[in-house]
């Protein structure tokens, strides 16, 4: 059996879109061959109905592994610099823990906003005071 990872990787190629494409327009040549039956369009809903179906946990796979790994990689980013380690694990808190650390962040952020904003208007007053001393 094919491992999750390469049903993915064959499954994201162009040449089965074009297969999957090439399916379709063969079960649409034939539709006046079969008088377009009841039979006909089943087969077309229960093929693409299975496909559906099976993607679906293949996609929900990849990206668990995708996140998984941005999580490490996140982990070992925080790990090495001057960021808080108290956010390393973080994604296993509550939506509402995550919301509340979330709000903290942004007002430090804008804090920190006014404060650079604040730190450039002294140093242009400075700038032009120094000017005015120097004329």
Do not use: Y
């Not at 040549?29 to 009841?38: A, E, K, N, R, V």
């Not at 919301?99 to 730190?119: F, H, I, N, P, Y």
């Amino acid at each position: 059996m094919c491992p999750p990872r390469t049903v993915l990787l064959a499954a994201g190629r162009a040449s089965t879109f074009l297969l999957a494409a090439g399916v379709v327009i063969v079960w649409a040549i034939s539709g006046p061959l079969f008088h377009f039956s009841d039979t006909w369009q089943l087969v077309i809903n229960t093929g693409t109905t299975i496909v559906t179906f099976l993607m679906v946990f293949l996609i929900q796979n990849s990206q668990n592994r995708d996140n998984a790994a941005i999580q490490v990689k996140l982990d070992e980013l925080i790990g090495v610099s001057s960021a808080r380690n108290s956010l390393v694990g973080i994604e296993h808190l509550t939506d509402e823990e995550i919301d509340e650390l979330r709000s903290k962040c942004e007002e430090r952020a804008l804090a920190e906003k006014v404060g650079d904003e604040t730190l450039d208007r002294t140093r242009k007053s400075a700038r032009r005071a120094a000017e005015q001393v120097a004329s």
